[in-house]
Antibody, heavy 122, light 108 residues
Framework: EVQLVQSGAEVKKPGESLKISCKGSGYSFTSYWIGWVRQMPGKGLEWMGIIYPGDSDTRYSPSFQGQVTISADKSISTAYLQWSSLKASDTAMYYC???????????????WGQGTLVTVSS | EIVLTQSPATLSLSPGERATLSCRASQSVSSYLAWYQQKPGQAPRLLIYDASNRATGIPARFSGSGSGTDFTLTISSLEPEDFAVYYCQQRSNWPLWTFGQGTKLEIK
């Protein structure tokens, strides 16, 4: 069974750094793109960026370019989303998801991880 | 950026009834449109992709149609577990993939 398991909820202060994770199992982790999606409280969904763990090719949505860093460690089948300096406006649920087609970045994404809630508050 | 407008915002129906959800794009997305279901406290789940293809394991009561700018998700006979929020998403032009604002399907 294909599964993405994300790291647990985080509570941080503004200005702190954070790295959350997404571990894939049940498939060849290096062969499928992983995407990250933000859902702010009570709001809709926004694509942040995608990464191909096979070679770490990473592509960002313009709204998130320079605001976050997406990476992957294929040796442990894990993708990451990180912030160097959090803001209160980063408070949201963050989901990772896997592309449904191997090696194709411009495709649909499913399944999704269970989500990681990030709360940034002073 | 392509804006997806979903209607209605809320749909109140009873189990057994037919549900019709709409998603309109501000410009053509060809058939690059998907529908997701999200239940409270859960991640979104892909239902329909490329406008009309059911994802793996999705019951046949879910169907999608449309192309260009107008799309429809139909649930032929609502089951209790179908009450959720539904989002459409387009992937016409990376990196500007967008989601609609969602339709909440609630029990009447």
């Amino acid at each position: 069974e294909v599964q993405l398991v994300q790291s647990g909820a985080e509570v941080k202060k503004p200005g702190e750094s954070l790295k959350i994770s997404c571990k894939g199992s049940g498939y060849s982790f290096t062969s499928y793109w992983i995407g990250w999606v933000r859902q702010m409280p009570g709001k809709g969904l926004e694509w942040m960026g995608i990464i191909y763990p096979g070679d770490s090719d990473t592509r960002y949505s313009p709204s998130f370019q320079g605001q976050v860093t997406i990476s992957a460690d294929k040796s442990i089948s894990t993708a990451y989303l990180q912030w160097s300096s959090l803001k209160a406006s980063d408070t949201a649920m963050y989901y990772c998801a896997r592309s449904i087609a191997a090696a194709d970045p411009y495709n649909w994404f499913d399944p999704w991880g269970q989500g990681t809630l990030v709360t940034v508050s002073s | 950026e392509i804006v997806l407008t979903q209607s209605p915002a809320t749909l109140s129906l009873s189990p057994g009834e037919r549900a019709t959800l709409s998603c309109r794009a501000s410009q053509s997305v060809s058939s690059y449109l998907a529908w997701y279901q999200q239940k409270p406290g859960q991640a979104p789940r892909l239902l329909i992709y490329d406008a009309s293809n059911r994802a793996t394991g999705i019951p046949a009561r879910f169907s999608g149609s449309g192309s260009g700018t107008d799309f429809t998700l139909t649930i032929s006979s609502l089951e209790p577990e179908d009450f959720a929020v539904y989002y459409c998403q387009q992937r016409s032009n990376w990196p500007l993939w967008t989601f609609g604002q969602g339709t909440k399907l609630e029990i009447k």
